[in-house]
């Protein structure tokens, strides 16, 4: 998107951002990334009888250089966490990740040291989808979620790269999901 790299923010971009966000969330391009059983899901998502296609994913993409989703589907061991940062850093922007299952948002069943208790702690997370395992429709679901938010959120202009640089920090501060405790704190 060069042209919008040149253009100062103002009045003038409010119909460009919603040109732009519906283009956005109608072509997200999925990393090809499987963690763990959550994966099998995300490969039901994407074949036949879930078709992502139909919802505009087309193929899952083989270069995180080409992609700008990531579907975190599983759990993530202490070793793999440096590989899925790595993988993020190497999309392109702006990019987005959707949490797939309990093991991704918060450990799941796995409550010891050699998970990582939740991929917030990781990468700044845009949809959290609960499950163990999540069905594909779950998936659909968070896709569809995640088009609402690129729908109403996305920022473009001469400070985009800045706003999703503070977007990200705001993220990785957050209190980690385990920590929160709801009604019962
Ligand atoms: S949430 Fe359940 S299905 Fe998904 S990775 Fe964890 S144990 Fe497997």
Redesign the pocket.
């Given at each position: 998107m060069g042209l919008e790299e040149k253009m100062p923010p103002g009045v003038g971009l409010t119909t460009l951002e919603a040109v732009l966000g519906w283009a956005k969330a109608r072509s997200p391009w999925p990393v090809t990334m499987g963690?763990?059983?959550?994966?099998?899901?995300m490969m039901a998502f994407g074949a036949l009888r879930f078709d992502a296609s139909r919802i505009g994913m087309e193929v899952f993409r083989s270069s995180p250089r080409h992609s700008d989703l990531m579907i975190v589907?599983?759990?993530v061991s202490q070793k793999m966490a440096p590989v899925v940062r790595n993988i993020y850093d190497e999309m392109m922007e702006p990019k987005w990740v959707i949490s797939?299952?309990?093991?991704?948002?918060t450990g799941?069943?796995?409550n010891n040291y050699a998970l990582v208790q939740g991929i917030d702690h990781v990468v700044p997370v845009d949809i959290y989808l609960p499950?163990?395992?999540?069905r594909p429709e779950m998936l659909i679901n968070a896709v569809f979620e995640l088009r609402n938010q690129l729908m109403e959120k996305q920022p473009i202009g001469a400070h985009r790269k800045e706003m999703a640089k503070a977007a990200e920090a705001a993220a990785l501060s957050a209190t980690p999901i385990q920590d929160r405790k709801g009604l019962l704190a």
């Open positions: 963690l763990a059983c959550c994966a099998i899901e589907s599983g759990r797939m299952g309990a093991c991704a948002c799941g069943v796995f499950g163990c395992p999540p």
